[in-house]
């Protein structure tokens, strides 16, 4: 759809009740219902994106992400991408860049870091990333999975849906336990699950 044919259009009201409550008393609603008639999508409907972040996205990049082929593309570009540079077998140390997805990514990561205690998916990922690899890591991380969110939803239209942190708990328990019945295969064993005391 043309920007032409969005004049007067209205952004879809955002289900999470309390961001949208800020977006009002911070008065963001005006600017976020002028991005979504520039760009035909909400963005604001991913968790840990504000408007102040959707501005700097669409700013920087446009509503247009078709001249990257794929999100890892985008996600390269942004460099939020993890890549260790090496020449003669030997790191080097990164050079820092002040360029226009560096200031993207550094939003990104913002946003990130906002998800540390939210109940939705994207916030008991962070909080997996940081039982493990720390916050800094959990932030890199958790922003790379938004940028990816960002891409499927102006490159292809793809609604972002929460499952909730308990849905990705179950889901993450699952595929934990997978793993490791596949691993004790691989090694000749059979796990059993204890039982419960009832």
């Known amino acids: 759809m043309e920007r032409a044919d969005r004049e007067g259009q209205q952004a879809p009201a955002l289900k999470n009740k309390n961001k949208a409550k800020k977006i009002r008393q911070r008065r963001e609603e005006p600017m976020r219902q002028a991005l979504y008639r520039m760009s035909g999508v909400d963005l604001t409907a991913i968790d840990g994106v504000g408007v102040g972040v959707v501005e700097i996205v669409l700013t920087e990049y446009g509503s247009d992400l078709s001249c990257f082929p794929t999100e890892k593309q985008f996600v390269s570009h942004m460099t939020l991408a993890p890549k260790k ?92 336990i997978n793993r490791l019945v596949s691993t004790a295969a691989d090694l000749g064993y059979q796990l059993v699950a204890k039982p419960t005391n009832s």
């Open 85 to 176: 540079p090496v020449s003669g077998g030997k790191p080097l140390k990164k050079k820092k860049r002040g360029s226009a997805s560096s200031r993207v990514a550094s939003a990104l990561r913002s946003a990130a870091l906002s998800l540390r205690h939210s109940q939705t998916a994207l916030g008991a990922y962070f909080r997996h990333i940081q039982h493990r690899l720390g916050a800094d890591v959990a932030a890199f991380a958790t922003a790379r999975k938004v940028a990816t969110l960002i891409y499927r939803l102006l490159r292809w239209g793809h609604a972002y849906v929460d499952e909730g942190a308990e849905a990705y708990e179950q889901r993450y328990q699952a595929a934990r």
